[in-house]
């Protein structure tokens, strides 16, 4: 199935709750709401001739000048042989999307990641905490505007170059 036939799909059950289709790019995606889109994956894994039981990956990204985080979520289905991206926009100021471990146990690290590096609060996430930086780390690093601190428990975070 091609990314237009499933937008349509997804756009006859979901209406208005799918934003925007982009089709005529490299890596063809939907963006849809973002309170949305546990139901919408949901309905994607279970759905007869989609059936996407794998998030393959799920990534976020800082749109600083925009004003809001893409969460980004690529999915494949074994057993139909096709693929789909969604992206989820949530505000800078509050970022909070339902979670889509119940769907896909994948997300659990991958929710966690975004949430460690972005500052994304995933509702419903079993066990949402830090997962690369330390529990009493002050903001996101992958945010455009991080500044990190000169140290860390009186550790330098400064290094030389390895580069020299």
């Known amino acids: 199935m091609d990314a237009a036939s499933i937008h349509s799909r997804l756009r006859e059950k979901f209406g208005d709750k799918i934003l925007s289709a982009e089709a005529s790019v490299k890596d063809p995606f939907l963006v849809v709401d973002a309170a949305a889109i546990r139901d919408i994956c949901a309905y994607l894994r279970d759905a007869e001739g989609l059936q996407f039981d794998v998030l393959t990956n799920q990534s976020g990204v800082d749109y600083r000048e925009q004003g809001y985080i893409e969460v980004v979520y690529h999915l494949y289905s074994y057993a139909h042989r096709h693929y789909a991206v969604l992206k989820a926009r949530v505000p800078r100021d509050a970022p909070v999307l339902p979670s889509v471990v119940t769907v896909w146990k994948a997300a659990n690290w991958l ?10 609060d995933f509702t419903g996430h079993p066990d949402l905490r830090r997962l690369l930086m330390p529990e009493d780390w002050v903001g996101y690093p992958l945010r455009k505007d991080f500044v990190e601190p000169e140290e860390y428990h009186g550790i330098s975070t400064s290094r030389e170059s390895l580069l020299r």
Do not use: C, K, P, S
């Open 111 to 120: 929710e966690r990641e975004i949430y460690d590096l972005l500052g994304v």
